[in-house]
């Protein structure tokens, strides 16, 4: 089997053995390659929330999938040039960051389909997913303002810039539903996978009187999880990926957001001869996000709580509370009596 450099062996993450070999020749079926965000696989998080896409792909469509992970921004391009050289059917670039990347050899190899999370590429052979993050960061500032007995909460980002103030403003307005006087703290760590940094900010937020903080910084965010395990009373919210069984009992909820299903439909849909172009948008009405379902924080949560959390999600479907996407719009945001 010829395995691309630097490339991930799927048997070695996964219970399967499959194959990571291209399909280099016609009829050989569906094949796909992603290059993964600087984090990489087991981050726990965003990359392994869109791995486990691609592993339904090859479990349910039989592709043949392959997998580079990225060290460093550097790798972007090159990585991204070598699986358009392999004569893929899709391939993915798993954040943001790859967008200059993917839209200048989206344009050198326009035959080959590709598909960006996060970002929006304007080119004929790319589709663009995002979500609406801040459709569930609103559910779980809700439940964090519920739940907070210091009435001070926080928030801790990976990188500051518009992707993640998504998932700042929602929060902050979930929060501010539930109480308009809540304390909110805001820190960006400025990396998604420095885990000591992001432990080290967590702290300074526990130690500034915060008992909950949503960390919405990938594998940085291990961090906080890490920081509130030694806190009575201190709960983390984590995101992208279920977190919650990383420390039972410790992670409230995470904010999942489904980049597995985005990963498997656009395989899907190319395989049915009808790819997908153009941009795509999950939100919490088409399931792209949501909360877990509180499998270690149900009792503690309480039914009166999760039936409010119920109401809540039930309005921001039905377009009754818009959550903010900026922090502009969450200046204006007012919360909506229910």
Aim: some cysteine.
């Amino acid at each position: 089997m010829r395995i691309l450099a630097r490339a991930i062996s799927a048997c070695a993450l996964a219970a399967l053995v499959i194959s990571c070999a291209p399909s280099t020749e016609s009829g050989r079926g569906l094949s796909l390659g992603m290059v993964t965000d600087i984090g990489g696989l087991g981050d726990k998080s965003f990359n392994d929330s869109a791995y486990r896409g691609l592993l339904q792909a090859h479990r349910r469509l039989g592709a043949h999938i392959s997998v580079l992970q990225s060290r460093s921004a550097a790798d972007y391009q090159p990585n991204l040039e070598a699986l358009a050289n392999e004569r893929f059917s899709v391939i993915y670039a798993i954040g943001f960051l790859m967008s200059k990347d993917l839209d200048q050899i989206a344009q050198d190899h326009p035959h080959t389909h590709f598909a960006i999370v996060d970002a929006v590429v304007n080119e004929p052979n790319v589709v663009s997913i995002t979500f609406r993050e801040q459709d569930g960061s609103f559910l779980a500032g809700a439940l964090a303002a519920m739940m907070s007995k210091s009435k001070h909460i926080a928030f801790l980002g990976g990188q500051d810039i518009p992707l993640l103030h998504k998932f700042e403003a929602g929060y902050i307005a979930g929060a501010r539903e539930i109480d308009p006087r809540v304390k909110v703290d805001v820190k960006y760590i400025g990396s998604f996978d420095d885990v000591a940094a992001g432990k080290e900010l967590a702290d300074v937020e526990l130690n500034d009187g915060a008992d909950i903080i949503y960390a919405a910084a990938g594998k940085a965010g291990m961090g906080a999880i890490e920081a509130v395990e030694t806190r009575h009373g201190a709960y983390a919210i984590g995101v992208d990926s279920n977190q919650d069984g990383l420390a039972p009992g410790k992670v409230l909820t995470s904010m999942v957001k489904r980049v597995n299903v985005a990963v498997f439909d656009v395989a899907k849909a190319y395989q049915d001869g009808k790819p997908l172009h153009g941009h795509v948008v999950f939100g919490l009405r088409e399931g792209g996000v949501s909360l877990t379902n509180f499998q270690y924080t149900r009792a503690k949560i309480g039914p009166e709580r999760l039936a409010r959390l119920a109401r809540i999600r039930a309005a921001i479907v039905d377009g009754r509370i818009v959550p903010p996407a900026t922090l502009r719009a969450l200046a204006k945001f007012q919360p909506v009596a229910l």
